[in-house]
């Protein structure tokens, strides 16, 4: 009776604010928990003044990341002052690396949600506004996690839409912290997944973007990340399918091939190598070396030369010499990324390389500096060599003044061109006029999906 009476109340004015950080896994995330609270009368809001609820979905990969989301908690509370006390739901990676000393620190927050256990936030929210008993869920519980987002339709929606395949990982590198916040590897059952992309491309969806933080480690029932991508591209709506976050261990030879065969599958292939040096990879523990990921490498762009690589690197990761920096800057040069992240080892609570002894900062700098102008170079000239050619672009949105259309190459590269809400979830043709590091800028020619008489 009770809880009815709260669902009823919930249903007139509940509004949730969601702050999302970290990787497209949690802004998927993040999706689905609205998905899910919708159920129990939330609506989003993108005002955090008229939310009643404030979610923080927190990322745990670098940095001081706990004491950000305290830091965030502390933002909330002034934001809040002369207001009504929001319900603060605090989730994602941080949340599951804490769990219940955030609410033993910070009495603010009311409920910690750790990513596998996202089927509990009704029951957790409606037990929370009955008894106001705070709250900490961090099990690891993919298939139930799964089982019940699955209910809800995915009705995302947007042209390029993201649709998590596999979540958590087995393979421990020493500096990373996804095994301990995402659990063990799981993937999801083939045809919840299938059933997921044919909800999105029925909803507005051009492009899927399989996720998964281990994402080629995809196996179900012996159904493979290589099967995914053949059956998703039969969707007549899916214009293009992209992946992402591949281990070099786990490119295996169907999903090679697959690349001979695919229609739909985009010529970018985000392969994160690290670093350059083998003796790095192993101190690393990545179960990979250079001379594997080059194999990899040249056996695709045999198969399709127009395929491009980008990559993640960490830079001074503990025993990094000289040597092992430029085998690193070599590989760059030798495989030219089209694009990549790149950033200074942080160390890690509970990994193996938390307590290694950390190279000089100055010199961290300036490896990373001479890293990333490389990439820059690069990218400066991978987009200058596009100017006054015609490059495929799938529109995704208009841009905020609402002049003009922001869309996407085969590459991922951002393209701003002069168009109209009718080329949204098409692809055009766009002749590239001017360029800068992150961005193409050019006109379009044709709409390529018209068909000419
Ligand atoms: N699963 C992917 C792989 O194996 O390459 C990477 C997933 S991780 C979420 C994204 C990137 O964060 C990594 O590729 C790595 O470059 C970076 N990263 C992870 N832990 C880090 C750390 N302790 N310090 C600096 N960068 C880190
Ligand atoms: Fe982290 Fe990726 Fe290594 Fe897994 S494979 S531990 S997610 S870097
Ligand atoms: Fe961050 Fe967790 Fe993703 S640590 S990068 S939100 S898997």
Redesign the pocket.
């Known amino acids: 009776m009770k809880m009815q009476q709260d669902l009823d109340n919930l249903k007139k004015k509940d509004k949730i604010f969601i702050k999302t950080f970290g990787c497209q896994m949690n802004e998927y995330d993040s999706n689905r928990i609205y998905d899910s609270v919708k159920k129990i009368g939330y609506e989003k809001t993108d005002n955090y003044q008229e939310a009643n609820c404030y979610l923080l979905n927190t990322c745990h990969i670098r940095d001081k990341a706990k004491e950000k989301v305290y830091h965030e908690i502390g933002r909330v509370k002034k934001l809040f002052r002369f207001k009504k006390k929001p319900l603060v739901i605090v989730a994602g990676c941080v949340a599951q690396a804490e769990n219940e000393e955030m609410l033993k620190r910070e009495p603010y927050i009311d409920l910690v949600l750790g990513p596998q256990a996202y089927h509990k936030i009704n029951d957790t929210i409606l037990n929370f506004n009955e008894k106001k008993k705070k709250k900490e869920e961090t099990e690891f519980d993919a298939v139930s996690k799964f089982q019940y987002l699955s209910k809800f339709q995915n009705k995302d929606g947007k042209v390029s839409s993201f649709l998590t395949i596999q979540e958590g990982?087995d393979?421990?590198?020493h500096f990373?912290v996804?095994?301990y916040t995402r659990g063990p590897e799981y993937s999801r059952p083939f045809k919840q997944i299938l059933d997921e992309a044919k909800c999105l491309a029925d909803n507005g969806a051009r492009e899927i973007i399989l996720l998964g933080?281990?994402v080629n480690a995809y196996n179900y029932e012996g159904y493979r990340l290589s099967d995914l991508i053949t059956n998703i591209e039969k969707l007549s709506e899916i214009k293009r399918v992209r992946y992402t976050?591949s281990?070099p261990k786990d490119m295996t030879d169907d999903l090679i091939e697959v690349y001979k065969t695919s229609k739909k599958l985009m010529p970018l292939v985000h392969l994160?190598v690290q670093s350059g040096s083998n003796k790095i990879l192993k101190l690393m523990n990545?179960k990979h070396t250079v001379e594997e990921y080059l194999n990899t490498f040249d056996r695709l762009k045999e198969i399709n030369p127009r395929i491009q690589f980008s990559s993640d690197f960490i830079i001074a990761y503990p025993g990094e010499e000289n040597q092992d920096f430029e085998n690193t800057f070599n590989l760059i040069e030798r495989v030219k990324f089209i694009n990549s992240y790149s950033f200074i080892f942080s160390p890690r609570p509970g990994t193996v390389a938390e307590n290694l002894h950390l190279i000089d900062k100055t010199i961290s700098i300036e490896r990373l500096e001479k890293i990333q102008h490389k990439l820059f170079e690069n990218q400066i000239e991978i987009n200058q060599s596009l100017e006054n050619s015609i490059v495929d672009v799938l529109g995704e949105n208009l841009t905020d003044d609402k002049m003009k259309v922001f869309g996407r190459t085969e590459y991922m590269t951002s393209v701003i061109f002069n168009g109209n809400k009718s080329d949204i979830g098409k692809i055009v043709k766009v002749r590239i006029k001017k360029s800068n590091r992150n961005s193409l800028f050019g006109e379009i020619v044709s709409n390529s999906n018209q068909k000419v008489a």
């Open positions: 990982c393979k421990f590198c990373c996804v095994p933080q281990n976050t281990h994160p990545r």
